[in-house]
């Protein structure tokens, strides 16, 4: 019986994945990886040029993104199918070879394949490569750090409601807002509530060829891509500088 080897990508960057990923990568045989109907998918740009020739490429493709309400029925329905039928396609050609699942980030953290993880623990021998959270990726883009001495963090979906956002927001010290793109009015509105704005980043494409980091106040909130986080630094306990 083969395995199923997931491998954390990292943020964006090829030159940021992990020597234990890279190597699943250029020895895979079979790949799988997400992405929306129509598109490349990011997991595959990040392994551009290093799969090996002949290796098997499975594309797993959502049946919705945004055309439906992310917390209707009928998406959690149309998306438990897919990871249903993906699971069980998986499972059955892990019983004659290796499948190398590549995900962008980390794929512990908010990552797809926890769903898949979660409907084959039980039967299929799973091995997991940590990555470099996209989160991380983008702090560092700033070129400031995201907390400092007892600073709490809050990571936030900006698919929260307004209210939600806001609560969260005036209460933690620094902030990572993912899940941004249409949510992007509502985000700023619940930072300005919070008095927040003033302190918060765009970055858009971190550690990508197109990387942008911006304050968010000067972004026009149209122009938001899926691609991008909101950040707060903390201004936490910190030594002072010695004059």
């Given at each position: 019986?083969?395995?199923?080897?997931?491998?954390?990508?990292?943020?964006?960057?090829?030159?940021?994945?992990?020597?234990?990923?890279?190597?699943?990568?250029?020895?895979?045989?079979?790949?799988?990886?997400?992405?929306?109907?129509?598109?490349?998918?990011?997991?595959?740009?990040?392994?551009?040029?290093?799969?090996?020739?002949?290796?098997?490429?499975?594309?797993?493709?959502?049946?919705?993104?945004?055309?439906?309400?992310?917390?209707?029925?009928?998406?959690?329905?149309?998306?438990?199918?897919?990871?249903d039928d993906w699971a069980n396609r998986l499972r059955q050609l892990s019983r004659t070879c290796d499948i190398v699942v590549l995900c962008e980030g980390d794929p512990f953290f908010y990552g797809s394949f926890?769903?898949?993880?979660?409907?084959?623990?039980?039967?299929?021998?799973?091995?997991?490569?940590?990555?470099?959270?996209?989160?991380?990726?983008?702090?560092?883009?700033?070129?400031?750090?995201?907390?400092?001495?007892?600073?709490?963090?809050?990571?936030?979906?900006?698919?929260?409601?307004?209210?939600?956002?806001?609560?969260?927001?005036?209460?933690?010290?620094?902030?990572?807002?993912?899940?941004?793109?249409?949510?992007?009015?509502?985000?700023?509105?619940?930072?300005?509530?919070?008095?927040?704005?003033?302190?918060?980043?765009?970055?858009?494409?971190?550690?990508?060829?197109?990387?942008?980091?911006?304050?968010?106040?000067?972004?026009?909130?149209?122009?938001?891509?899926?691609?991008?986080?909101?950040?707060?630094?903390?201004?936490?306990?910190?030594?002072?500088?010695?004059?």
């Amino acid at each position: 019986m083969g395995r199923i080897i997931c491998a954390g990508l990292g943020p964006g960057d090829p030159d940021l994945m992990s020597v234990k990923a890279r190597r699943a990568v250029e020895a895979a045989t079979t790949v799988a990886y997400f992405r929306k109907a129509g598109r490349a998918g990011q997991a595959r740009r990040i392994v551009q040029g290093l799969l090996p020739p002949g290796a098997i490429e499975l594309a797993m493709e959502y049946p919705v993104t945004t055309e439906l309400a992310f917390d209707s029925a009928a998406y959690n329905a149309a998306l438990a199918r897919f990871y249903d039928d993906w699971a069980n396609r998986l499972r059955q050609l892990s019983r004659t070879c290796d499948i190398v699942v590549l995900c962008e980030g980390d794929p512990f953290f908010y990552g797809s394949f926890m769903h898949l993880y979660s409907r084959l623990r039980a039967d299929v021998p799973i091995e997991i490569i940590p990555g470099i959270t996209g989160m991380s990726g983008c702090w560092t883009a700033t070129g400031e750090p995201i907390t400092w001495g007892d600073d709490v963090l809050a990571v936030l979906m900006g698919t929260l409601s307004e209210a939600d956002l806001v609560a969260q927001m005036s209460r933690a010290d620094a902030l990572v807002v993912m899940k941004t793109g249409r949510n992007m009015p509502k985000i700023r509105r619940a930072l300005e509530r919070a008095g927040r704005l003033d302190a918060a980043w765009l970055v858009e494409a971190g550690t990508m060829p197109a990387q942008r980091v911006a304050r968010l106040a000067e972004v026009n909130p149209d122009q938001c891509p899926y691609f991008s986080i909101v950040l707060v630094h903390g201004q936490g306990r910190r030594p002072e500088i010695a004059e």
